[in-house]
């Protein structure tokens, strides 16, 4: 009865080391979250494309760290996919700052966009994305503000087209 009772405990002792660890693996404790629906990237060739990526901008006096998802047209995680720019001039784009599994700083002021960059290759991938936010203050309620950007170009002409969604109505969130 000692030994079932000891090989108990020991089994207890295991399980929750083991989901304690796993626990720690999601350790982004969210302050705040929207749902962001119509994300596409879409790649046709170099004179075939829909794009869109999320400009996320920091209201507050804090850098505040982000975590985004994006999830595909059968709800499959697709944020490997995505590609965090600042706005520095390069290519036609911001500066590239990583590629990254989602999960990123904005500084204080600052404004980063993030997004499914097209692809040298054929692909189509539309679903939605989340956002969440955190920061070392925990009394912050609203810090981000953001709009999900279109752009589009179908044709050798110079013409391009897009346009640009306020997320969350425009909201702090």
């Known amino acids: 009865m ?15 080391f083991i989901c304690s660890g796993a626990s720690a693996q999601v350790s982004f404790n969210v302050q705040g979250k929207v749902l962001v629906p119509g994300v596409i990237s879409q790649y046709v060739n170099s004179v075939g ?18 975590k985004v998802t994006y999830y595909g047209h059968d709800g499959q995680d697709m944020t490997s996919l995505g590609v965090l720019c600042d706005g520095s001039y390069s290519a036609g ?55 999900l950007r279109y752009n589009s170009k179908n044709g050798n002409s110079s013409a391009a087209g897009g346009g640009v969604f306020p997320i969350n109505n425009g909201q702090p969130w």
């Open 49 to 66: 494309y829909l794009q869109s990526y999320l400009i996320l901008s920091n209201i507050t006096d804090h850098d505040v760290r982000v």
């Open 93 to 147: 784009y911001g500066t590239v700052l990583q590629s990254t599994d989602g999960e990123f700083t904005i500084p204080a002021y600052g404004t980063r966009h993030f997004g499914m960059q097209n692809r040298p290759s054929l692909h189509c991938v539309l679903g939605h994305a989340t956002v969440a936010w955190n920061s070392d203050d925990p009394k912050m309620t609203r810090a981000l503000i953001g709009v």
């Open 2 to 16: 000692k030994l079932f009772r000891k090989s108990l405990i020991l089994a207890v002792a295991m399980v929750a």
